[in-house]
């Protein structure tokens, strides 16, 4: 098999990072439509990102985001996007350069993107299986519910949650 020159996954990994982008800048002239909500994680650690150190202490590694009721000041630009999100009741300015998002999720209408897994290769989800079947969130019973497992706060001030129920095995 010959050489990859041209790095074929990493077009395609950057050309999904455009959909999270014209995802956001349809959010940012619209609001969000419908039931439409995302839930992104990425790499706390990541050059570019820009979080509070009292988040990074509790999310060292990874963390995922909700936008949903709650969030305001979204500003999308070429290569990140930054929110206010509300953590224990204060507002918090996060940064996060599309290169350090690990996934994207729509559950409202069961959409997901996967970047880079192990082998460096990205992944669409969902994806169906022969039967017709969705892979994504298939354990859910309501698309839109938080992963099973997640507290949710009284308040709803909204939460960080684990995104692993969506992940791909």
Do not use: C
Not at 24 to 42: A, C, D, K, R, S
Not at 68 to 81: I, K, T
């Amino acid at each position: 098999m010959s050489q990859d020159m041209i790095e074929y996954p990493k077009i395609v990994e950057n050309a999904m990072r455009g959909v999270v982008r014209s995802a956001l800048l349809l959010v940012l002239e619209n609001g969000l439509p419908g039931l439409h909500h995302f839930y992104i994680t990425f790499r706390t650690q990541d050059e570019g990102v820009d979080v509070a150190d009292r988040i990074i202490a509790q999310y060292p590694e990874e963390m995922t985001i909700v936008l949903e009721h709650q969030f305001w000041d979204l500003d999308v630009a070429d290569d990140r996007f930054s929110v206010t999100l509300s953590f224990g009741g204060r507002r918090e300015r996060l940064t996060i350069p599309y290169s350090a998002m690990t996934s994207f999720v729509d559950p409202s209408v069961k959409f997901g993107l996967q970047f880079g897994d192990e082998d460096g290769d990205p992944d669409i989800l969902p994806q169906e299986t022969a039967d017709g079947e969705d892979t994504l969130m298939e354990q859910q019973d309501d698309a839109a519910a938080p992963p099973e497992g997640t507290d949710l706060p009284d308040d709803d001030t909204g939460t960080v949650v684990a995104l692993d129920s969506f992940r791909k095995k």
